[in-house]
């Protein structure tokens, strides 16, 4: 998961990145990366940490020019710890690219032996975000071969690069001398939107971005979502021109974006991510009403934030008091991203304070928005018993996550996954400590949010029922894949003892 973005304005685009990169920093907190452009000369800063950490006044000076791309990274793929591994990534041929990447390719590994062998091409870190900015690199050098670089050029390039590439990418890059371009795979698993507004000068401005609240942040009218397989080009001249691209899109976005990734004032593919959730407690009330008698439960209490909406409505539709009773340190990080157990269950406690004043003698509703390794909700637990509650009851906005997401979200083996190996639900119970557990349906979950966009016949839900979208993920492929990743965290456990 990472967030990215594009601008081509009529002055300094420095600035507005920075802020638009501020406005993405829940989808990543481990490094971030501006790159503009002046004339054909590429400007770039990039680094470990936060927005703010990164990005001094002395950087914000050197990037140049009208024009720029940005990206804040949550690594699923490749060296997390590695600051070469930032994005944008730079390649000098054809005409000089930049590009930031959000999503994971499935077939990294055997692209970057192609580009290698085939294509004469040389990757020179871990991380996919290179290995497709060399595809896209290629099949641009193939498309211009005796050819300007022109609008045919360009989309065909792009139609190259779904026909090789696996996976889930949302795009945005920078051509040197050549404009601007954003395009997203032909399932549309990552989102990716884009606006307009009028510059100093009178003429248009664009912005593109994962979620629409980072347009709306930075006064941009909403044009629309990019779809899954388009491609869009902002050309040096400021005129947009857009194509689908894939041979057969289909609309399958990822539904724990509206579950837990996005804000919930964004709007994806034409969904509010807010009433997505509000419908999800409500369907959530539903499944409480068959397990737990109503008049056990005194409060419903949300685990702050991304469940606030789904709690809010599950106990309207129950009609139970709502209560806040836990108070949130905004200055720790989202639990979910934290690189280890033992850093994400100290994080707990800095993070939320139970209130004892609303715990104290009463049984509980604790509304999550999903359980995925269980760290957290069992520590949340114990927290809610010590502030003096009777009886805890758990109540999940999602269901049981029991697959590993191949598409750019850190779920990485099934053993680290407490609902996984299709663990019961009583057990899972059991562990966590807590007097009942409650999950959401899967059918309730494509209800909730499928029902705010009729065009949407599929979403990818693969992190909940093993059904991969892409298609071409096997069972071997999942198990190398733990594989390697246990392998990975196994070097970095040994490399930190060694420190």
């Known amino acids: ?173 920078m051509i040197a001398g050549h404009g601007v371009v954003a395009f997203r795979d032909p399932y549309g698993i990552r989102p990716l939107c884009y606006g307009t507004t009028l510059g100093e000068d009178g003429k248009s401005e664009y912005m593109i971005a994962s979620e629409s609240v980072t347009l709306e942040g930075s006064e941009f009218q909403i044009l629309g979502d990019v779809h899954p397989g388009e491609a869009i080009w902002i050309d040096e001249n400021g005129d947009l021109h857009k194509k689908q691209c894939a041979e057969h899109p289909v609309y399958s976005p990822c539904i724990f974006e509206y579950v837990y990734l996005a804000r919930p004032d964004s709007q994806l593919d034409g969904i509010s991510v807010y009433e997505a959730r509000l419908r999800l407690g409500e369907n959530l009330a539903k499944e409480i009403k068959k397990s737990i008698p109503l008049e056990d439960i005194d409060v419903v209490m949300p685990i702050p934030d991304s469940s606030r909406p789904a709690a809010a409505q599950l106990a309207k539709a129950l009609n139970l008091p709502y209560r806040e009773g836990f108070i949130k340190n905004r200055y720790v990080g989202r639990t979910f991203i934290m690189p280890g157990q033992a850093v994400r269950k100290k994080s707990v406690r800095q993070k939320l304070n139970a209130m004892a004043i609303e715990f104290k003698d009463k049984n509980v509703l604790l509304v999550d928005d999903s359980i995925v390794r269980g760290t957290t909700i069992k520590e949340i637990v114990r927290m809610a018993r010590q502030s003096g509650a009777k009886k805890v009851f758990i109540a999940s906005g999602a269901p049981p996550v029991r697959y590993p997401n191949v598409y750019g979200i850190d779920m990485p083996t099934t053993a680290e996954l407490i609902a996984g190996d299709n663990r019961p639900t009583e057990q899972i119970r059991i562990e966590i400590g807590a007097d009942a557990l409650v999950y959401q349906t899967i059918e309730g979950m494509k209800e909730a949010v499928g029902g705010l966009n009729p065009e949407i016949k599929r979403f990818d839900c693969s992190c909940f029922d093993g059904d991969y979208v892409t298609g071409d993920i096997t069972p071997q492929y999942i198990a190398e894949l733990e594989k390697k990743r246990l392998e990975a965290k196994a070097e970095a456990k040994k490399a930190a003892s060694d420190d």
Request: aromatic share 6%.
């Open 1 to 173: 998961m990472c967030g990215i973005v594009a601008l081509y304005a009529s002055g300094p685009v420095n600035q507005r990145l920075y802020d638009a990169l501020l406005l993405l920093q829940h989808r990543g907190q481990d490094a971030a990366g501006i790159c503009t452009v002046e004339g054909r000369h590429f400007h770039m800063h990039k680094g470990m940490g936060l927005v703010r950490d990164v990005f001094r006044t002395r950087n914000m000076r050197d990037l140049l020019g009208n024009c720029g791309i940005g990206q804040v990274r949550y690594p699923t793929q490749g060296n997390a710890t590695a600051a070469d591994e930032s994005q944008p990534f730079y390649v000098n041929a054809p005409f000089g690219i930049v590009l930031a990447h959000n999503g994971n390719l499935t077939n990294a590994e055997e692209l970057a032996q192609e580009l290698y062998e085939l294509d004469r091409r040389h990757i020179n870190t871990t991380s996919d975000s290179e290995v497709l900015l060399n595809v896209f690199a290629n099949e641009l050098a193939l498309a211009t071969q005796g050819h300007p670089l022109d609008e045919e050029a360009l989309f065909k390039a792009v139609s190259g690069v779904h026909k090789r590439v696996k996976g889930s990418y949302a795009v945005v890059c």
